[in-house]
């Protein structure tokens, strides 16, 4: 009896930090890059770069 009420103790214990850690994404939302005027956000390099479409 003593096993099944620690168990269920620990169980209880670590919900909440299990709950919140899987959902830490939820309620944000993703900021858009800022580039200057004439270059646009690469994904694959994190950075801006020249807009080949100006050219």
Not at 12 to 30: N, T, V
Request: glycine fraction near 8%; hydrophobic fraction near 40%.
């Amino acid at each position: 009896m003593k096993l099944r009420i620690a168990s269920i103790a620990l169980v209880l214990a670590l919900a909440p930090p299990l709950s919140a850690a899987a959902g830490c994404d939820r309620g944000h939302e993703k900021q858009a890059q800022s580039c200057a005027a004439g270059t646009v956000f690469d994904a694959n390099t994190g950075s801006c770069v020249t807009d080949p479409t100006t050219s």
